[in-house]
């Protein structure tokens, strides 16, 4: 079982890793969509008790929100 945690962990680890490299050549609005939009799918999975609908519909939601932030 010890291997199978230490194989996960390395796995997040360099999915953290190759995702922080991907946000280098974002605009602001680029970013503050993905940024809402993580959080949006994050938190509609928390109030939906992790249902695929409610983790979605946050991400849109999030994503839109984020996408608006700032716009002048």
Same mark, same amino acid.
């Given at each position: 079982?010890? /291997?199978?945690?230490?194989? $996960? !962990? #390395?796995?997040? $680890? !360099?999915? !953290?890793?190759? #995702?922080l490299?991907?946000? #280098?050549g974002? #605009? $602001?609005?680029?970013?503050? /969509?993905?940024? %809402?939009?993580?959080?949006?799918?994050v938190?509609?999975?928390i109030?939906t008790? %992790?249902? /695929?609908?409610? $983790?979605?519909? %946050?991400?849109?939601?999030?994503?839109?929100?984020?996408?608006?932030?700032?716009?002048k």
């Amino acid at each position: 079982m010890k /291997t199978m945690q230490r194989f $996960t !962990l #390395s796995g997040v $680890t !360099l999915a !953290l890793l190759l #995702s922080l490299g991907a946000c #280098s050549g974002m #605009s $602001t609005r680029d970013r503050n /969509t993905a940024i %809402g939009a993580g959080v949006g799918a994050v938190g509609g999975a928390i109030l939906t008790g %992790g249902s /695929t609908a409610g $983790t979605v519909g %946050g991400a849109v939601v999030g994503g839109v929100i984020g996408h608006e932030v700032n716009k002048k």
